[in-house]
């Protein structure tokens, strides 16, 4: 009877010392920097800031959310109004890949796996050379279910993000429009 109730023992001490390191390792998402110095500590919140759109790709969908400032200049009509984005203005595109709702009457996609987190941030005096935007990009590992940040050196903002969003200039380098809701 001893040897079970020491076995016992064991078993809990051991599992629960395997929860604990399990824990301890998550990663903190909110100490990762893109290597141009874009922190996803700025953007800390994210996940409750309001939806401006979400759009679908071959690959995957995303949800693309901004924070109040961005908001308040999307409301005031801006870009379509000529104006640029103020300083302060943030954005996230969450990625994840997609799949098919296995329950729904009708054939919908819903979010699978996700994939990476983007951020966009205006801030002129730190990002001259990209029209006052910042970038940073965080690839998602399922493996490891932890994040890392894109690129190899502070130059692939400018050379991987902006030379992509320059295709957009006419609305101060943004994508996705503020859809009627």
């Given at each position: 009877?001893?040897?079970?109730?020491?076995?016992?023992?064991?078993?809990?001490?051991?599992?629960?010392?395997?929860?604990?390191?399990?824990?301890?390792?998550?990663?903190?998402?909110?100490?990762?920097?893109?290597?141009?110095?874009?922190?996803?500590?700025?953007?800390?919140?994210?996940?409750?800031?309001?939806?401006?759109?979400?759009?679908?790709?071959?690959?995957?969908?995303?949800?693309?959310?901004?924070?109040?400032?961005?908001i308040k200049a999307y409301?005031?009509?801006?870009?379509?109004?000529?104006?640029?984005?103020?300083?302060?203005?943030?954005?996230?595109?969450?990625?994840?890949?997609?799949?098919?709702?296995?329950?729904?009457?009708?054939?919908?996609?819903?979010?699978?796996?996700?994939?990476?987190?983007?951020?966009?941030?205006?801030?002129?005096?730190?990002?001259?050379?990209?029209?006052?935007?910042?970038?940073?990009?965080?690839?998602?590992?399922t493996n490891s279910a932890?994040?890392?940040?894109?690129?190899?050196?502070?130059s692939f903002g400018t050379?991987?993000?902006?030379?992509?969003?320059?295709?957009?200039?006419?609305?101060?380098?943004?994508?996705?429009?503020?859809?009627?809701?």
């Amino acid at each position: 009877m001893k040897s079970k109730t020491t076995s016992a023992v064991a078993i809990v001490a051991v599992s629960l010392a395997a929860l604990i390191s399990i824990a301890l390792a998550a990663q903190d998402k909110y100490t990762l920097k893109a290597p141009n110095g874009v922190a996803f500590s700025e953007f800390r919140g994210y996940e409750s800031w309001e939806n401006v759109a979400v759009s679908v790709t071959d690959e995957g969908m995303n949800a693309i959310l901004a924070n109040p400032v961005m908001i308040k200049a999307y409301k005031e009509r801006i870009p379509s109004n000529g104006k640029p984005f103020p300083d302060g203005c943030m954005t996230v595109k969450i990625e994840w890949k997609k799949k098919k709702n296995p329950v729904s009457p009708y054939s919908v996609d819903v979010p699978d796996t996700l994939r990476r987190i983007s951020f966009i941030e205006k801030d002129s005096k730190r990002f001259p050379d990209s029209s006052g935007w910042g970038y940073a990009q965080f690839l998602y590992d399922t493996n490891s279910a932890t994040l890392k940040p894109f690129g190899e050196d502070n130059s692939f903002g400018t050379k991987v993000c902006y030379k992509c969003h320059t295709a957009a200039k006419a609305t101060d380098y943004i994508f996705t429009g503020y859809p009627v809701r």
